[in-house]
């Protein structure tokens, strides 16, 4: 009986041996698995983007969150206004630092100074005013258009625009006026009429 006992008892012993080698084999390749299975956490994308007012378009900006952000390195421009500074805020009462922490997506607003003062362009021909055109402070003026002669008949060619009724000083274009009211007098040629025998 003893005998018997003893086969019995090597069989069940190996049995459980493999069982248990197994049972870690499978337990190894579940942590395997869900070690594959974690990803990488994703970064949060904040966008910074900028209110001009009235001025040059600036496109937005992407930052991870908690980055450091800043402003623009180049002002937007308005016509006729002077740029101030950047606000956090849409009633311009919390002016932005240069450089700071992004932790959210935000807009940056624009404030303007006060208007530039509004200089005024007279044109004249023969002495008699018969246009006008305004230009901001700082601003430059182009050449205006040829004017029309006035008078049927001889038409003598255009010469030059001056700044004196004299004709004494000529005006270079672009122009900036320096006074609030400039005059510019049209000046015509003269043909040179030759005779052949």
């Known amino acids: 009986m003893k005998n018997r006992c003893i086969p019995v008892l090597v069989l069940v012993f190996a049995f459980g041996i493999c069982f248990m080698s197994a049972c870690r084999k499978d337990d190894h390749s579940f942590e395997q698995d869900n070690t594959a299975s974690i990803q990488p956490e994703q970064?949060?994308?904040?966008?910074l983007a900028f209110e001009t007012n009235g001025g040059t378009y600036l496109p937005s900006v992407?930052?991870?969150?908690d980055d450091t952000a800043s402003i623009p390195q180049t002002a937007p421009k308005k016509r006729g206004?002077?740029?101030?500074?950047?606000y956090t805020d849409k009633a311009c009462t919390k002016i932005s630092p240069m450089a700071f922490k992004i932790t959210n997506s935000m807009t940056l607003y624009a404030q303007w100074g006060t208007e530039f003062p509004i200089y005024a362009i007279r044109l004249f021909r023969f002495g008699t005013q018969y246009s006008s055109d305004t230009c901001y402070a700082g601003e430059s003026i182009n050449t205006p258009p040829e004017p029309r002669y006035p008078y049927d008949g001889y038409q003598p060619p255009f010469y030059a625009w001056y700044l004196d009724a004299s004709f004494q000083e000529r005006a270079d274009f672009p122009y900036v006026p320096t006074k609030s009211t400039t005059n510019l007098y049209a000046r015509w040629g003269s043909y040179t009429v030759g005779f052949y025998g």
């Open 43 to 47: 970064k949060q994308t904040c966008i």
């Open 62 to 65: 992407s930052y991870y969150k």
């Open 81 to 86: 206004y002077p740029f101030e500074a950047w």
